[in-house]
């Protein structure tokens, strides 16, 4: 990303690793400055986590030009911008003792996400920077793992803001062909039972199965777990063992336990926006999410912003987003 990307359009580009409890080494970019501030210290900064949704990377964040990406567009309003890239993604494969080759590296679920990814990536911005509170953006994916956090009351102490593009916690009424296709016939785990922990939709085996349902290359097995254990359990629930066993040995109940969203604590600042075209997180399931948060929360520390004409996607590549979406964050940040 660095120097294909960043250097490419002449912003400044940090690369870290960071490992989290579990043994996995992640990838962490950094764009302390961007053009029109290069002379000011990153002391004055206030630091910035972008975290990736389903199927994509880090890379999303900086996908466009540097007037069409959020993580240009936030260096430039003088944030100092953390890019984030969970398990499994192409540039965060190593692990201090497993290879991608051993299954045991792809044994893991979104709640490994929350509860080791999202901590261990936290902890060193807020770190790196000088215990600044960090605010934080996540898309899809990225806004149900800080959710899980946030509702187990972690990571409040070093998050000063969060801002939630589409946020995916309830999928009862998601209208996306894959999602539900995948869930009613178990694809991510019988593709994983078969030894393949990612593949590629577009190629010919996929095809056989899916037909048209999908176009992106490369998808991680473990995104579609994330999204269908949503679809098929009532309410946030933690990974799924498949059987009442298993489940009674790792939680002593025989149902996943819940995440309670109704207890995130309300003085988080939140701003929320989602799509009327959204086919994941469609707009009954997001209006549910709302309500569980909104009624909780003091109306001064929570914003909402519906774009009826927005899809899934168009949240990090729309090519209006700069004005309707971004610049909306960028003050709220400004706010907060």
């Not at 199927?55 to 890019?83: E, N, R, Y």
């Amino acid at each position: 990303m660095c120097k294909a990307r960043l250097a490419a359009y002449g912003y400044p580009c940090e690369e870290y690793q960071v490992t989290t409890e579990d043994g996995y080494i992640l990838s962490l970019k950094r764009i302390p400055h961007g053009l029109s501030n290069a002379d000011n210290s990153t002391e004055d900064r206030t630091p910035v986590l972008l975290f990736h949704g389903l199927m994509v990377d880090g890379f999303c964040w900086v996908l466009s030009t540097p007037k069409q990406s959020l993580g240009f567009i936030l260096a430039d309003a003088g944030f100092d911008v953390w890019i984030a890239n969970c398990r499994g993604t192409k540039s965060s494969r190593k692990h201090t003792s497993l290879t991608p080759e051993d299954p045991a590296f792809w044994d893991f679920s979104w709640d490994e996400l929350a509860a080791y990814d999202l901590p261990a990536v936290l902890q060193f911005v807020y770190n790196q920077t000088g215990g600044k509170k960090v605010h934080y953006v996540g898309h899809s994916l990225g806004t149900l793992i800080i959710l899980a956090a946030f509702s187990e009351h972690k990571l409040i102490d070093i998050v000063r803001s969060a801002v939630l593009l589409c946020p995916i916690a309830y999928l009862h009424r998601t209208k996306s062909r894959l999602i539900l296709l995948a869930a009613r016939i178990f694809l991510a785990e019988t593709i994983h039972m078969l030894g393949f922990h990612e593949f590629n939709p577009v190629g010919r085996v996929a095809q056989e199965v899916l037909g048209q349902v999908c176009t992106d290359p490369e998808v991680d097995c473990y995104d579609l777990f994330a999204a269908v254990a949503v679809v098929r359990k009532a309410g946030v629930r933690r990974y799924d063992y498949g059987n009442e066993k298993e489940n009674m040995k790792h939680y002593n109940q025989p149902e996943p336990p819940l995440y309670n969203l109704s207890s995130i604590p309300t003085h988080v600042p939140l701003f929320l926006t989602h799509g009327g075209q959204d086919f994941l997180g469609d707009v009954p399931d997001t209006r549910h999410l709302l309500r569980t948060l909104v009624r909780e929360h003091d109306s001064d520390d929570i914003e909402v912003l519906y774009m009826p004409d927005y899809a899934h996607g168009d949240f990090v590549m729309g090519y209006n987003a700069p004005q309707l979406i971004y610049k909306p964050i960028v003050e709220f940040f400004e706010r907060h």
